[in-house]
């Protein structure tokens, strides 16, 4: 069987190589067709094109057993640009493609002869049928252009079958994405499953001619990102097309026949333009790709969806997203709407949108007090519902929909006449997927009377309320630092000055947080009780208290050692009390009594992260889904702790022990209470009192005390491997790995990290979001902290699988020096492996 198998492989190397060199030959090559001196090719024979650009033949993208038939571009074999068979594949090399040319049909036989594909189900889109030709003279020809075209004639004029129609996941130049309106066929783009597995993925994309035409991609039945309608001269949510108009022509083509998006790319002076395509991946992101034939590599020219302004309807109806804000919820609403529900908002929740702050003055049969405000440079929210009248100006486009009271908003259906532009699109009922965009356009939303005055009155109140604010504010701060002065703060520690300065920064509104009583706590701990202690670490231990109403708590004592007088503390306390996400665990209130510092938590039943993920008999409890859920609120609660609060507080003993879960499983972090809280410009700081769990604290913290928000995001990744791979990061060695960082790295670089997913879960994950979670938990492990990425970052890229990810380099330090780990420093607060320092939950 072998050695035939080798001379079948040399014999097509040969084949293949008499064809590329008579490739460049005269016409009388039939290298690129099929016709009646050759009728069929098999595995291992290619059509390659005149000009050697494409090739098509069989290849295996995964599993070698599996054969696809395809279209790729010669430089770049895996560059495929089409696919015949991708849903059923070949399962040896004995498949033929041939042309029957008594029906005019192109078949994939297999093996024994049964039909794996065909071209007959897949009529043309210009009406004419592949199955009623003549007998004689059809003929297969893969173009230059990497379109196969099946035609009957020599002269091509008669195309009855293009693959060019059947688009997989890529479009090149002279491919269409769109629709023929006449006869309802569609040129749309479909994801594969896997890099490695080309059957048909979840995500499509489309030409949506509702309204303006629009490109949408979709997952399942979801839109998630839409292009913006089509303005004459880009598309409105991508104003930056114009821009390198000098390398692409884009295109929307409407003819009676054909709504579509075309592309080419320019020919430079210089040289044959650059070969470019563009590819809907698995996870529905859509690349442009150039070639870059001097490097040999597939260079990324543009993407999207970009960024997260980019999801569709992420700010809900009426609502506004900008990049540009300084909250990671990047909405707001248009003029004019306030937020439906603030509590939502309030927790970064925006999907439920806008609602209007003043009704409408609309009365049937005309007469009204309303008017328009210009939401300026934006995408245009989805024209779906929209009336759109190409003929009609702006002038008339607002007097329409003045005139009708079901209208919300109107703008210019197409601006590339310049000026205001003309064409009309009306919108009724809600608008959706608003964004600001450089460059973008007008839109304008109907007020009533009223708002479009008040808003003018308020930028009115601004002007002047801005600079008072500003100094009151300087005083107020200068009137604190005097305060602490005369109260004779000794103490220039940078921490005291950043907590104080960082209240004034909130703003003390003298939040009333709690006092708690000490005889309180005594009763409801009953007497610091051992049978109540749930847990204990360097900074105190933590009791379970029930208090007078019944309420259960848990009650942190703080260590007497501790060395923090009684302002400090409260200072402190207050700070922590406003920090308030669902993603960390509440402070309920506070007490000092003589030297007892106590502080006072909300009590969560469930357990800790770990007691469920490490846990043979529980790990089952938590699946992909609630896992993934539980890595995305630690992660976000994180970002809160570091930016969005307005203060940078570093948690530095972040653990899965630290992470406890609430009835619904959501995470909350916990021990932020005695985090070190920075300064608004302090970038790092160092300490000669290390305090942390091995395994979870980044190199240059447990080696020289240093530490910033990326030691943070290293014990982020830790917990991340965990999460995904159900081992401990102290379990002394894994599998001839020093520990879970090496284990993690080496199945990643080796291509098979799948192989470290919790067996509870790996049936039932999906290898796309795991692999994606893997890889972004290796990038936060690097021993660089530079190498690391923020929270932010990490909370983009865990939100939107839509960045491209950079590529980790190896985590060595840990991986090498874990088994001669060693006690660190003057650490008597550092507790080794598996000893926690300070934890809330029940054991
Ligand atoms: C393919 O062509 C060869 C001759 O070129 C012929 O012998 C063979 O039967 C053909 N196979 C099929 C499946 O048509
Ligand atoms: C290959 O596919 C054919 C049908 O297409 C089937 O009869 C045969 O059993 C398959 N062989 C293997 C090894 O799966
Ligand atoms: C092709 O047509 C046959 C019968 O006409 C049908 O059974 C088969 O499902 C069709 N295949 C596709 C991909 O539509
Ligand atoms: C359809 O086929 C007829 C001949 O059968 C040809 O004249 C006509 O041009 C074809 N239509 C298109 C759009 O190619
Ligand atoms: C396609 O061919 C079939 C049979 O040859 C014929 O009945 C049908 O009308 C043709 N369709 C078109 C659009 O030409
Ligand atoms: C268009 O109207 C339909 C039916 O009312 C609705 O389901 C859909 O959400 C609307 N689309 C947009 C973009 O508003
Ligand atoms: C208002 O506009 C909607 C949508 O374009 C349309 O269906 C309706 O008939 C219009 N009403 C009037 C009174 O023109």
Same mark, same amino acid.
């Given at each position: 069987m072998f050695p035939n198998f080798a001379a079948l492989l040399v014999f097509s190397v040969l084949c293949l190589l008499s064809l590329v060199t008579s490739g460049s030959g005269s016409s009388s090559s039939s290298s690129d067709t099929l016709n009646d001196g050759r009728r069929n090719i098999t595995d291992g024979q290619t059509l390659v094109s005149a000009g050697g650009t494409f090739t098509l033949g069989f290849f295996s993208p995964? =599993? +070698?057993s599996l054969r696809y038939l395809g279209i790729w571009f010669s430089a770049s074999t895996?560059?495929?640009?089409?696919?015949?068979n991708r849903d059923s594949p070949l399962n040896d090399t004995a498949g033929v493609l041939t042309v029957n040319a008594a029906t005019g049909i192109l078949l994939l036989l297999d093996g024994s002869g049964r039909t794996a594909w065909s071209s007959s189900n897949t009529t043309t889109t210009n009406g004419n049928n592949s199955s009623s030709s003549s007998a004689a003279a059809v003929q297969a020809q893969l173009l230059e252009s990497g379109n196969l075209v099946l035609v009957r004639g020599t002269g091509g004029s008669d195309v009855l079958w293009q693959s060019f129609d059947h688009p997989s996941n890529t479009l090149i130049a002279g491919m269409r994405l769109g629709v023929? +309106?006449? =006869?309802?066929a569609e040129w749309a783009l479909t994801s594969w499953k896997y890099p490695t597995d080309p059957s048909t993925g979840d995500c499509r994309r489309a030409m949506d001619t509702r309204g303006l035409p629009d490109c949408v991609s979709w997952r399942g039945g979801a839109k998630k990102y839409r292009t913006g309608p089509w303005n004459g001269l880009y598309f409105s949510g991508v104003p930056e097309m114009a821009s390198y108009s000098d390398m692409f022509t884009n295109e929307v083509v409407v003819r009676p026949d054909e709504v579509a998006y075309v592309f080419d790319v320019k020919p430079s002076s210089a040289s044959k333009p650059p070969f470019s395509r563009l590819v809907l991946g698995e996870a529905g992101v859509l690349q442009r790709l150039v070639w870059d034939p001097a490097s040999k590599v597939w260079n990324v020219f543009a993407q999207a969806p970009r960024d997260v302004c980019d999801e569709y309807g992420r700010c809900g109806k009426f609502g506004l997203c900008d990049v540009n804000t300084p909250s990671t919820l990047f909405c707001g609403c248009v003029a004019g709407f306030g937020p439906v529900d603030a509590a939502q908002w309030a927790i970064r929740e925006a999907s439920g949108g806008c609602r209007r702050n003043v009704p409408l003055d609309c009365r049937a049969g005309g007469g009204t007090t309303d008017g328009f405000k210009a939401v300026r440079g934006v995408k245009l929210p989805?024209?779906?519902?929209t009336t759109v009248d190409m003929a009609a100006t702006v002038g008339d486009c607002r007097a329409r929909c003045l005139a009708n009271c079901s209208c919300v908003a109107f703008a210019a259906a197409d601006i590339s006449g310049g000026g205001e532009g003309s064409g009309c699109v009306m919108w009724v009922g809600d608008i959706v997927d608003v964004r600001y965009v450089d460059k973008g356009q007008d839109l304008y939303v109907r007020l009533a009377k009223s708002e479009l005055a008040v808003n003018e009155n308020r930028r009115g109140m601004l002007k002047i309320l801005l600079p008072v604010t500003a100094c009151l504010l300087v005083l107020a701060c200068i009137f604190l630092v005097w305060i602490c002065k005369f109260r004779g703060m000794r103490s220039r520690d940078i921490q005291k000055k950043a907590i104080l300065s960082a209240s004034t920064e909130l703003g003390d509104?003298?939040?009333e947080l709690p006092f708690f009583s000490f005889r309180d706590i005594v009763t409801a701990t009953e007497d610091f009780s051992n049978d109540n202690m749930l847990g204990q670490g360097g900074f105190g231990k933590v009791y379970k208290g029930m208090l007078e109403d019944d309420k259960e708590v848990a009650i942190k004592r703080l260590s007497k050692n501790s060395g923090q007088g009684a302002e400090e503390f409260r200072n402190e306390v207050v700070l922590i009390a406003k920090l308030q996400h669902r993603n960390l665990v509440r402070l309920l209130g506070y007490c000092i009594h003589g030297d007892e510092r106590l502080l006072i938590y909300e009590y969560l039943p469930n357990k800790s992260l770990d007691v469920f993920i490490f846990d043979p008999s529980s790990k089952h409890v938590l699946d992909w889904s609630t896992r993934s859920q539980i890595i995305k609120g630690v992660a976000r609660g994180l970002l809160y702790l570091h930016q969005d609060s307005r203060l940078t507080i570093i948690h530095r003993d972040l653990k899965s022990s630290n992470i406890l879960l609430d009835v619904d499983m959501s995470p909350k972090i916990s021990d932020f209470g005695m985090a070190r809280i920075f300064g608004r410009d302090q970038q790092e700081a160092n300490t000669n009192r290390v305090v942390g769990t091995y395994g979870y604290m980044s190199p240059e913290y447990a080696m020289d005390g240093a530490f910033s928000v990326k030691s943070d995001t290293y014990s982020f990744g830790v917990i991340l491997l965990e999460i995904i791979s159900g081992l401990k990061i102290s379990l002394p060695r894994l599998s001839d790995f020093p520990n879970l960082l090496a284990y993690a790295w080496n199945l990643w670089k080796d291509g098979k990290p799948m192989d470290m997913v919790d067996s509870s879960i790996v049936d039932k994950c999906s290898p796309t979001e795991v692999l994606r979670c893997i890889h972004i938990g290796l990038l936060c492990v690097q021993d660089n902290p530079n190498n690391r990425p923020l929270m932010s970052s990490v909370v983009f890229m865990l939100e939107n699988e839509t960045t491209t990810l950079s590529t980790p380099k190896q985590p060595v330090y840990f991986a090498q020096r874990n088994s001669e780990a060693k006690e660190t420093e003057e650490n008597t607060s550092s507790s080794m492996n598996n000893m926690s320092l300070t934890v809330l939950e029940g054991r």
């Amino acid at each position: 069987m072998f050695p035939n198998f080798a001379a079948l492989l040399v014999f097509s190397v040969l084949c293949l190589l008499s064809l590329v060199t008579s490739g460049s030959g005269s016409s009388s090559s039939s290298s690129d067709t099929l016709n009646d001196g050759r009728r069929n090719i098999t595995d291992g024979q290619t059509l390659v094109s005149a000009g050697g650009t494409f090739t098509l033949g069989f290849f295996s993208p995964g =599993t +070698p057993s599996l054969r696809y038939l395809g279209i790729w571009f010669s430089a770049s074999t895996d560059a495929v640009v089409w696919l015949a068979n991708r849903d059923s594949p070949l399962n040896d090399t004995a498949g033929v493609l041939t042309v029957n040319a008594a029906t005019g049909i192109l078949l994939l036989l297999d093996g024994s002869g049964r039909t794996a594909w065909s071209s007959s189900n897949t009529t043309t889109t210009n009406g004419n049928n592949s199955s009623s030709s003549s007998a004689a003279a059809v003929q297969a020809q893969l173009l230059e252009s990497g379109n196969l075209v099946l035609v009957r004639g020599t002269g091509g004029s008669d195309v009855l079958w293009q693959s060019f129609d059947h688009p997989s996941n890529t479009l090149i130049a002279g491919m269409r994405l769109g629709v023929n +309106p006449q =006869t309802g066929a569609e040129w749309a783009l479909t994801s594969w499953k896997y890099p490695t597995d080309p059957s048909t993925g979840d995500c499509r994309r489309a030409m949506d001619t509702r309204g303006l035409p629009d490109c949408v991609s979709w997952r399942g039945g979801a839109k998630k990102y839409r292009t913006g309608p089509w303005n004459g001269l880009y598309f409105s949510g991508v104003p930056e097309m114009a821009s390198y108009s000098d390398m692409f022509t884009n295109e929307v083509v409407v003819r009676p026949d054909e709504v579509a998006y075309v592309f080419d790319v320019k020919p430079s002076s210089a040289s044959k333009p650059p070969f470019s395509r563009l590819v809907l991946g698995e996870a529905g992101v859509l690349q442009r790709l150039v070639w870059d034939p001097a490097s040999k590599v597939w260079n990324v020219f543009a993407q999207a969806p970009r960024d997260v302004c980019d999801e569709y309807g992420r700010c809900g109806k009426f609502g506004l997203c900008d990049v540009n804000t300084p909250s990671t919820l990047f909405c707001g609403c248009v003029a004019g709407f306030g937020p439906v529900d603030a509590a939502q908002w309030a927790i970064r929740e925006a999907s439920g949108g806008c609602r209007r702050n003043v009704p409408l003055d609309c009365r049937a049969g005309g007469g009204t007090t309303d008017g328009f405000k210009a939401v300026r440079g934006v995408k245009l929210p989805d024209t779906d519902n929209t009336t759109v009248d190409m003929a009609a100006t702006v002038g008339d486009c607002r007097a329409r929909c003045l005139a009708n009271c079901s209208c919300v908003a109107f703008a210019a259906a197409d601006i590339s006449g310049g000026g205001e532009g003309s064409g009309c699109v009306m919108w009724v009922g809600d608008i959706v997927d608003v964004r600001y965009v450089d460059k973008g356009q007008d839109l304008y939303v109907r007020l009533a009377k009223s708002e479009l005055a008040v808003n003018e009155n308020r930028r009115g109140m601004l002007k002047i309320l801005l600079p008072v604010t500003a100094c009151l504010l300087v005083l107020a701060c200068i009137f604190l630092v005097w305060i602490c002065k005369f109260r004779g703060m000794r103490s220039r520690d940078i921490q005291k000055k950043a907590i104080l300065s960082a209240s004034t920064e909130l703003g003390d509104e003298n939040i009333e947080l709690p006092f708690f009583s000490f005889r309180d706590i005594v009763t409801a701990t009953e007497d610091f009780s051992n049978d109540n202690m749930l847990g204990q670490g360097g900074f105190g231990k933590v009791y379970k208290g029930m208090l007078e109403d019944d309420k259960e708590v848990a009650i942190k004592r703080l260590s007497k050692n501790s060395g923090q007088g009684a302002e400090e503390f409260r200072n402190e306390v207050v700070l922590i009390a406003k920090l308030q996400h669902r993603n960390l665990v509440r402070l309920l209130g506070y007490c000092i009594h003589g030297d007892e510092r106590l502080l006072i938590y909300e009590y969560l039943p469930n357990k800790s992260l770990d007691v469920f993920i490490f846990d043979p008999s529980s790990k089952h409890v938590l699946d992909w889904s609630t896992r993934s859920q539980i890595i995305k609120g630690v992660a976000r609660g994180l970002l809160y702790l570091h930016q969005d609060s307005r203060l940078t507080i570093i948690h530095r003993d972040l653990k899965s022990s630290n992470i406890l879960l609430d009835v619904d499983m959501s995470p909350k972090i916990s021990d932020f209470g005695m985090a070190r809280i920075f300064g608004r410009d302090q970038q790092e700081a160092n300490t000669n009192r290390v305090v942390g769990t091995y395994g979870y604290m980044s190199p240059e913290y447990a080696m020289d005390g240093a530490f910033s928000v990326k030691s943070d995001t290293y014990s982020f990744g830790v917990i991340l491997l965990e999460i995904i791979s159900g081992l401990k990061i102290s379990l002394p060695r894994l599998s001839d790995f020093p520990n879970l960082l090496a284990y993690a790295w080496n199945l990643w670089k080796d291509g098979k990290p799948m192989d470290m997913v919790d067996s509870s879960i790996v049936d039932k994950c999906s290898p796309t979001e795991v692999l994606r979670c893997i890889h972004i938990g290796l990038l936060c492990v690097q021993d660089n902290p530079n190498n690391r990425p923020l929270m932010s970052s990490v909370v983009f890229m865990l939100e939107n699988e839509t960045t491209t990810l950079s590529t980790p380099k190896q985590p060595v330090y840990f991986a090498q020096r874990n088994s001669e780990a060693k006690e660190t420093e003057e650490n008597t607060s550092s507790s080794m492996n598996n000893m926690s320092l300070t934890v809330l939950e029940g054991r």
